[in-house]
């Protein structure tokens, strides 16, 4: 189990800035939720969460889920939040699997993150053809 602390990950820019996430809360559902500074006040702050959900009641499977979220904020009235981009990632994972299996399934979830196809679906809105 990791401690809840501060999270810093590089963001999109040209030349990447890392950025802070500090710990906020944990919520009831053992989700944490960190937030970076925000530029133009509480609304403008970026968010990430993690969670972690053990099998119970005879699921035989852990959930564990990811999410990013980056406030839009209007040109116009900069204080104003206009709309959310938002990345959510669940992982299902059978009691069973292996560590191999855990490892394949990051591994092959960070690469396909890494490629020319995602990054012209999420950066151009470009669909595969």
């Given at each position: 189990?990791?401690?809840?602390?501060?999270?810093?990950?590089?963001?999109?820019?040209?030349?990447?800035?890392?950025?802070?996430?500090?710990?906020?809360?944990?919520?009831?559902?053992?989700?944490?939720?960190?937030?970076?500074?925000?530029?133009?006040?509480?609304?403008?702050?970026?968010?990430?969460?993690?969670?972690?959900?053990?099998?119970?009641?005879?699921?035989?499977?852990?959930?564990?889920?990811?999410?990013?979220?980056?406030?839009?904020?209007?040109?116009?009235?900069?204080?104003?939040?206009?709309?959310?981009?938002?990345?959510?990632?669940?992982?299902v994972i059978p009691k069973r699997a292996s560590d191999d299996d855990r490892a394949n399934l990051l591994a092959?979830?960070?690469?396909?993150?890494?490629?020319?196809?995602?990054?012209?679906?999420?950066?151009?809105?470009?669909?595969?053809?």
């Amino acid at each position: 189990m990791t401690a809840f602390a501060a999270i810093d990950i590089d963001n999109g820019a040209s030349t990447p800035v890392g950025v802070t996430f500090n710990p906020s809360s944990i919520d009831p559902n053992g989700v944490a939720h960190l937030y970076a500074d925000g530029d133009n006040g509480f609304d403008s702050r970026n968010h990430i969460s993690l969670g972690v959900k053990l099998p119970k009641n005879g699921s035989s499977v852990a959930r564990v889920t990811a999410k990013v979220v980056i406030p839009v904020m209007s040109a116009d009235d900069v204080p104003v939040k206009i709309g959310e981009c938002i990345a959510n990632v669940e992982f299902v994972i059978p009691k069973r699997a292996s560590d191999d299996d855990r490892a394949n399934l990051l591994a092959f979830l960070h690469n396909l993150v890494n490629t020319d196809e995602l990054i012209a679906a999420v950066t151009k809105l470009e669909s595969i053809y």
